[in-house]
Each structure stands twice: as structure tokens, then as C-alpha cells.
């Protein structure tokens, strides 16, 4: 992805929605199942250690495939309706997809991941009160994203999962 391609796709995540309206194809539909399935299994693989699950997360190594079709929406357009269907699945995936921050998490990273989309999976503590509290959250170039407010005011950052591998 190009520089000014970079900064476009920073601005379409940072920014407010622009609700796009195209027609999703068979690749959009594809990769929505996929992240609806990794948002119920998302129990199941946090029991594996994290560079594990960072490899199961991670797209395979590029392959040759071929032309995209020239009609095909922008990966601003296609970022955007990822977002929505991931949340979409957590507020009517009931009772197989319960919604929380580790399922959103995981099924955004997995689903940006194979956009192209050079994020990381944050996960994060909060011990200033009587209890122990977690979050987690996506990150883009350290920022978080997709988040109403900033979680590293309340969050302290324990690990990191991206495409270079696993932080902590």
C-alpha cells in the first residue's frame, strides 16, 4: 500500500463514518463469515499462547491471484462495511456470539489483516480500582481505532499482537 493510500485509509478509520452504500461482493461476503466465525471461536483460540494465536490471525503469505475486478469498491469502502458487519454480528449473533472487546478484537484484526490493513490487537489492563478490568482493542500505526474513546487513558497496554508478531 502506498504512502498516500496509507494516510487516506488512516483517515477513513479516524474519521467519522461516510456510510457507504455499495453492493458487497463474494469476497466481502466471504471474509464476513470468516470474522463472524473467528468472533465465536474467539474463546477458544485466546487458550492458545499469543504467538499462536497472532499465527492463526495472520493471513497466509500472498499467493497470485488474480485481477481484481475493476468495479470493486475502495478499501475504504470495504474497511468501513467490515466495521459495521463485525459489530452487526455482535449485537444480533446471540446466543453463539456474545458481544465483548476480545471478540470485536480479534474478528476486526483477522478481517483488516486480510484486507491488507497493517494493524495490531492491543490488550490492555486497568488496576486502579478494586478489581482487575480488561480491554482490547485495535491499534493503527499505535493509535487506537474504531474505539468511541481513547482506551490507553484507562488501559495500560500488556501485550500487542501484529504482523511482526507478539509484544509484551
Known amino acids: 500500500m502506498s504512502s498516500t493510500s ?10 467519522t463514518r461516510s ?6 461482493g463474494p469476497r466481502d461476503i466471504t471474509l464476513l463469515a470468516r470474522c463472524a466465525l473467528i468472533a465465536t471461536l474467539a474463546p477458544a483460540i485466546l487458550r492458545f499462547d499469543l504467538g499462536r494465536v497472532q499465527r492463526l490471525l ?26 459495521r458487519w463485525v459489530d452487526a454480528v455482535l449485537r444480533h449473533g446471540a446466543p453463539l456470539v456474545r458481544p465483548s472487546c476480545t471478540r470485536r478484537g480479534i474478528a476486526l484484526y483477522y478481517g483488516l489483516r ?21 480491554h482490547c482493542w485495535i491499534a493503527v500505526d499505535g493509535r487506537p481505532a474504531f474505539e468511541r474513546s481513547d482506551p490507553c487513558a484507562r488501559f495500560r497496554e500488556v501485550a500487542r499482537i501484529s504482523r511482526c508478531g507478539v509484544e509484551t
Open 58 to 83: 495472520e493471513p497466509a503469505p500472498e499467493t497470485k491471484r488474480g485481477r481484481r475486478h475493476p468495479a470493486a469498491p475502495s478499501i475504504h469502502v470495504r474497511v468501513e462495511r467490515l466495521e
Open 6 to 15: 496509507s494516510a487516506r485509509l488512516r483517515e477513513t478509520i479516524f474519521s
Open 19 to 24: 456510510n457507504s452504500q455499495s453492493r458487497p
Open 114 to 134: 486480510r484486507l491488507g490493513v497493517d494493524v495490531a490487537l492491543c490488550f490492555g489492563v486497568d488496576t486502579s480500582g478494586t478489581s482487575t478490568v480488561g
